[in-house]
């Protein structure tokens, strides 16, 4: 976490960017205060949550398992608690010319939907 804020800064942010990184092991750090806006996905930093994973995940899902876990939650309980479905919950890929996630995020919003009613 300090890693990455420190990183940031000399990027010129105030801080760290993402809202939530979780730690290998599966500790959840708070980044930025949620009602601030990120700098963690250019063009979607002022409509969007950040939750980093630490870590390289180009060959599969984070491990061990603890991360993905609190992956899942995290995300989760910020969709009920904006009233999101999975159909909200991109991967920085997705939105922009970056390899971040290296996982896939359709298995993530797979997830989500087995965890989530929304």
């Given at each position: 976490?300090?890693?990455i804020d420190e990183w940031h800064k000399e990027r010129g942010f105030s801080e760290v960017g993402y809202h939530y990184v979780i730690?290998?092991?599966g500790l959840?750090?708070?980044g930025?205060?949620?009602a601030q806006i990120?700098?963690?996905c250019k063009g979607h930093n002022s409509d969007s949550i950040g939750v980093c994973v630490v870590g390289s995940f180009e060959d599969g899902t984070p491990?061990?398992?603890s991360q993905w876990v609190a992956l899942v939650s995290v995300v989760s309980d910020l969709m009920r608690q904006y009233g999101l479905?999975?159909?909200d919950v991109y991967g920085h890929k997705e939105l922009g010319n970056t390899l971040c996630p290296g996982f896939d995020p359709?298995?993530?919003r797979e997830a989500l939907a087995d965890e989530c009613e929304v």
């Amino acid at each position: 976490m300090e890693k990455i804020d420190e990183w940031h800064k000399e990027r010129g942010f105030s801080e760290v960017g993402y809202h939530y990184v979780i730690q290998a092991g599966g500790l959840v750090r708070l980044g930025r205060k949620v009602a601030q806006i990120g700098a963690h996905c250019k063009g979607h930093n002022s409509d969007s949550i950040g939750v980093c994973v630490v870590g390289s995940f180009e060959d599969g899902t984070p491990v061990p398992g603890s991360q993905w876990v609190a992956l899942v939650s995290v995300v989760s309980d910020l969709m009920r608690q904006y009233g999101l479905s999975v159909r909200d919950v991109y991967g920085h890929k997705e939105l922009g010319n970056t390899l971040c996630p290296g996982f896939d995020p359709v298995v993530l919003r797979e997830a989500l939907a087995d965890e989530c009613e929304v």
